[in-house]
């Protein structure tokens, strides 16, 4: 392992989320030629930092740190390597550090990040699932509305859909997605890269019921296939959805509302309406 010190500047170092071999050879060696770590918990990194046979002086940064403790870093990292992790996996994928990253470099500070471990793209790689298009959304909300609500704004989005979740929160995140979202793929990937790792398929419903019976341990990624194709409607029911709306307005506000209700050309509905009302 090279000895020698780092540059001044802030280093963005990925650890294992799991399986201590993910640790890479760059990372480990910027741990050890580093002069600080700034840390979500000093107890997780202290472990990590035992177990790699590194001793470094730790400093515990996270999303509730004053402005005070980030003047703090950004003034040691102007004239020290300081190495900035999260308890597991890409430090600033739903995890602290933005704040930190962005005022480094506004003030001129080297930044340097090195890639390794990501729950949310191990669980995409295995899932089979469509990864051209992803967007990961962090932790759905607590409480029933508010989740529902989120699944609703997001459930148009042509991509698949990514979310971290804890077991205890799992099946009613599930039922939720069932409800917003039905006849969409579900896979739940669990204690990757571990002894149990775990990617179950299947809908929302099926794998509320499975889990259900069987609670879930460890951290999860909830993963939601694309919405597919719409089917277009069957002629009978948009005459019918016309012949409603003509009863209530004139022709032109019919066809305006049929277009925007089925998603269909608005022009296409009008002469239709017009004929139907001949």
Do not use: W
């Not at 703090?72 to 992790?85: H, S, T």
């Not at 194709?229 to 029911?237: I, T």
């Not at 089925?262 to 139907?276: I, N, T, W």
């Amino acid at each position: 392992m090279d000895t020698s010190p780092l540059a001044p500047g802030l280093y963005i170092v990925a650890t294992p989320i799991g399986n201590l071999g993910d640790m890479t050879r760059r990372a480990t060696d910027t741990l050890g030629r580093c002069d600080l770590v700034a840390c979500e918990d000093t107890r997780v990194t202290g472990k990590l930092l035992n177990l790699l046979g590194l001793h470094k002086p730790m400093r515990r940064y996270d999303d509730h740190a004053s402005d005070g403790a980030r003047e703090a870093l950004l003034a040691e990292m102007a004239v020290k390597a300081v190495a900035l992790v999260s308890d597991a996996g890409t430090p600033l994928i739903s995890d602290p550090g933005y704040r930190l990253v962005r005022e480094a470099r506004a003030r001129g500070i080297s930044v340097t990040s090195l890639p390794g471990a990501s729950a949310v793209v191990t669980a995409l790689s295995m899932a089979g699932l469509p990864t051209d298009r992803f967007l990961f959304a962090g932790f759905l909300p607590n409480k029933e509305k508010a989740r529902g609500d989120v699944l609703t704004e997001l459930s148009g989005v042509p991509a698949t859909l990514a979310f971290y979740e804890t077991g205890p929160r799992l099946v009613a995140s599930l039922e939720a997605i069932a409800e917003r979202l039905p006849g969409r793929e579900v896979a739940v990937a669990r204690e990757l890269t571990k002894l149990h790792e775990e990617c179950r398929s299947g809908s929302a419903a099926e794998l509320a019921a499975h889990y259900s019976a069987q609670p879930p341990k460890g951290e999860i990624v909830l993963l939601i296939a694309p919405p597919g194709e719409a089917e277009a409607p069957e002629d009978d029911v948009i005459d019918a959805e016309l012949r409603a709306a003509l009863a209530e307005m004139s022709t032109s506000q019919a066809a305006g509302k049929v277009a925007k209700a089925l998603g269909l050309d608005r022009k296409v509905l009008y002469a239709r309406a017009m004929a139907l009302k001949e």
